[in-house]
């Protein structure tokens, strides 16, 4: 079992940063791929960006490569998301997840955490 919280959210102006951090307990984090999606008002949840279990391999959504920034610190149990460049467009409620082994882009991860509010004022 893994528990994921999330913070680091809130208000910023276009082309501000944020950084999102996902702190999980339980046991054998570093066994566990990390994912964060995201949801606006009335659209589905979708894939940003995910890492692998040792955090050599990232991956990204189009819309936030070159923005956005996975990564993890194992000894730490913490994935964080380095935003960069806001746009009002990133507006959405920001969950972590987790899954063993392997990340996948979809919405098959095991554990999800309960979100954190990103609001990018134009």
């Known amino acids: 079992q893994v528990q994921v919280v999330e913070s680091g959210g809130g208000l910023v102006q276009a082309g501000g940063s944020l950084r999102l951090s996902c702190a999980a307990s339980?046991?054998?984090?570093?066994?566990?791929?990390m994912g964060w999606f995201r949801q606006a008002p009335g659209k589905e949840r979708e894939f940003v960006a995910g890492?692998?279990?040792?955090?050599?391999?990232?991956y990204a959504a189009d819309s936030v490569k070159g923005r956005f920034t996975i990564s993890r610190d194992n000894a730490k149990n913490t994935v964080y998301l380095q935003m960069n460049s806001l746009k009002p467009e990133d507006t959405a409620l920001y969950y972590c997840?987790?899954?063993?082994?392997?990340?996948?882009?979809?919405?098959?991860?095991?554990?999800w955490g309960q979100g954190t509010q990103v609001t990018v004022s134009s």
């Open positions: 997840a987790a899954r063993r082994l392997r990340v996948v882009t979809t919405q098959e991860y095991d554990f």
């Open positions: 339980g046991r054998f984090f570093s066994t566990y791929a």
């Open positions: 890492i692998n279990t040792s955090g050599i391999s990232t």
